[in-house]
Structure formats: structure tokens, C-alpha cells
């Protein structure tokens, strides 16, 4: 599996997860239950977002930037790196 077929799950699934309640602070572990892969995994992809100013906060204090984050999830899946 490619890596950007995992940061577009994670992406994707956090895009869901938020727009479905976007008062819960969802936590590492139920994003990747949702998403279909491991904690490590989600934490690693948060990094990234962090890095690139899409996601803020720590553990049950995360925030995102869901328009920036909807562009990149479009620029990932026409192969473009996160």
C-alpha cells in the first residue's frame, strides 16, 4: 500500500469524522478505527498536518482546517505529495 493512499484515508476520514460532529474531539485511536489503519499510523499523518498547518493541538485538543484540508485530500488523490 502506498503512503498516499494511507494519509488520503486518514485525510478522508477526518474530514468525515469532523463533519459529523464537529464538537467531539475525536482521539488518534477512533480516527483509525475509522480509517481502517493503525494509531501509529494516524499520529504519523498528524505530523504531517501539524507540519503544514492543518491540524492544531494535541491529543483531545486537535483542531483542523477542513477547507485547506479538503484541498489537500483533492491534490493527494491526483498524486501530489502531502
Do not use: P
Request: proline share 0%.
Amino acid at each position: 500500500m502506498s503512503t498516499h493512499s494511507v494519509e488520503l484515508r486518514v485525510i478522508d476520514s477526518v474530514i468525515d469524522l469532523v463533519t459529523a460532529d464537529a464538537g467531539y474531539k475525536w482521539t488518534y485511536r477512533e480516527i483509525a478505527a475509522y480509517s481502517g489503519c493503525s494509531t501509529e499510523t494516524v499520529i504519523r499523518v498528524s505530523k504531517k498536518l501539524k507540519n503544514s498547518a492543518l491540524m492544531h493541538g494535541e491529543n483531545t485538543n486537535k483542531s483542523f482546517e477542513l477547507e485547506k484540508l479538503q484541498q489537500v485530500r483533492t491534490q493527494l488523490a491526483l498524486g501530489e505529495k502531502l
